[in-house]
């Protein structure tokens, strides 16, 4: 079935650093990719998302690329700071027709330590 | 604009007994989906919802339905309380269906005991 892989489960940097999050989806008729952020206690939220007609997305500090051929997309945040810290999910759907449902990734714990 | 309210947000329930929650999307949104979320297996999509009818399914029992109304107000029931039904419940609405620009609403949490 459908399925998203997510890594790492853990990433820890300190402020400053960058952070790569990657995930690889099974479905190559998948062609929405959003991530989420979710801190502790807090609902998932909205932080970015790409569609496969784009390679790739920048929205101030954080950036998505695509490999539709290699059926990957990562996540990547620049001068990390300690408000990052929270849980990431990267999920993929595949958007008219077929399977009509975010399919998530185990999610990625990444702390940035001051 | 109002975010997407769960309610309520905490229950706690007996194994055998059955529940129901709620979820009001944000004004416009058409699309409802459900998602189970627990430590151990992630965020575990249950349904979605667009215009009243269930479009897609996930892989859980039969005990686990839900419906929305002409409003968009969703509801889920789950019948029969298991001890591992007992996780964070969370609805995420979107203006159109296969969960483009989903928000989520803060969750139910449900414990069985």
């Known amino acids: 079935g459908e399925n998203v892989e997510q890594h790492p489960s853990t990433l820890s940097v300190q402020e400053g650093d960058s952070a790569v999050i990657k995930c690889t989806y099974s479905d190559s008729a998948s062609n929405y990719f959003p991530w989420y952020k979710q801190e502790l206690g807090k609902r998932p939220q909205l932080i970015i998302d790409?569609?496969?007609?784009?390679g790739e997305k920048k929205d101030q500090r954080i950036a998505v690329t695509l490999n539709k051929t290699a059926k990957h997309f990562s996540l990547h945040i620049t001068e990390t700071q300690p408000e990052d810290s929270a849980v990431y999910f990267c999920?993929?759907?595949?958007?008219?027709?077929?399977?009509?449902?975010?399919?998530f990734g185990a999610g990625t714990r990444l702390a940035v330590h001051p | 604009k109002a975010g997407v309210t769960q309610t309520p947000r905490y229950l706690i329930k007996t194994r055998g007994q059955q529940v129901t929650l709620s979820c009001s999307p944000i004004s416009g949104h058409r699309s409802v989906s459900w998602y189970q979320q627990t430590p151990g297996q992630g965020l575990q999509f249950l349904f979605e919802y667009f215009s009243e009818t269930q479009r897609n399914k996930g892989n859980f029992p039969g005990r686990f339905s839900g419906r929305q109304f002409s409003n968009s107000r969703s509801e889920m029931n789950v019948s029969t309380l298991e001890l591992g039904d007992s996780a964070l419940y969370l609805c995420?609405?979107?203006?159109?269906?296969?969960?483009?620009?989903?928000?989520f609403g803060q969750g139910t949490r449900l414990t069985v005991v």
């Open positions: 995420a609405s979107s203006y159109d269906y296969g969960g483009t620009e989903a928000f």
């Open positions: 790409i569609r496969s007609n784009v």
């Open positions: 999920a993929a759907s595949k958007v008219s027709g077929g399977y009509n449902k975010l399919i």
